[in-house]
T-cell receptor
């Protein structure tokens, strides 16, 4: 069975610093997609970044980058130059070979001025 | 481009009553998801449609929950009868294809008293 694990329930980061959010997964499927979403206190779910299991290079989108280590089955999100508006819940999600989009438990990030 | 539309935004009902939620996905999106998100947790996939067919409903409590997607466009999720533990935000999402990013609606916050 596939499983997504986010072990950090909450993190604090100083404004303008970088923060890394951990995500590990367990699957035997060779084909899968990795996603990160942001959920501010207002509740909407915002797509941030995507990485396919066959992609050779790590995905980047502006201040977001995905540190994909396939052999270790990890897909950590790095947010560079944190801003106060980055304070939110962050979810790692995966679409496995059977196409279900499943989410981890999430990590709360609080950016301090 | 219009986003995923959900209604109502909020609903309060008594236990044992029934309730229905509506979702209109982004035009042209074949995949539609319903998630249940309990406060402080990650979204839990209830059901996934591909066009008007069900891809996965393994976590849908079928004795009380039902969902349909007639004509492969909009969808309704029904709970009958509701229990206190059904209090949650119900999120609808759609994606162009499976294994591509999903776009979420604002959600329906259900409170069962």
């Amino acid at each position: 069975a596939q499983k997504i694990t986010q072990t950090q329930p909450g993190m604090f980061v100083q404004e303008k610093e970088a923060v890394t959010l951990d995500c590990t997964y367990d699957t035997s499927d060779p084909s899968y997609g990795l996603f990160w979403y942001k959920q501010p206190s207002s509740g909407e779910m915002i797509f941030l970044i995507y990485q396919g299991s066959y992609d050779q290079q790590n995905a980047t989108e502006g201040r977001y980058s995905l540190n994909f280590q396939k052999a270790r089955k990890s897909a950590n999100l790095v947010i560079s130059a944190s801003q106060l508006g980055d304070s939110a819940m962050y979810f790692c999600a995966m679409s496995f070979n059977d196409y279900k989009l499943s989410f981890g438990a999430g990590t709360t990030v609080t950016v301090r001025a | 481009e219009a986003g995923v539309a959900q209604s109502p935004r909020y609903k309060i009902i008594e236990k044992r009553q029934s309730v229905a939620f509506w979702c209109n996905p982004i035009s042209g999106h074949a995949t539609l998801y319903w998630y249940q998100q309990i406060l402080g947790q990650g979204p839990k996939l209830l059901i996934q449609f591909q066009n008007n067919g069900v891809v996965d409903d393994s976590q849908l409590p079928k004795d009380r929950f039902s969902a349909e997607r007639l004509k492969g466009v909009d969808s309704t999720l029904k709970i009958q009868p509701a229990k206190l533990e059904d209090s949650a935000v119900y999120l609808c999402a759609s994606s162009l294809l499976t294994n591509t990013e999903a776009f979420f609606g604002q959600g329906t916050r259900l409170t069962v008293v």
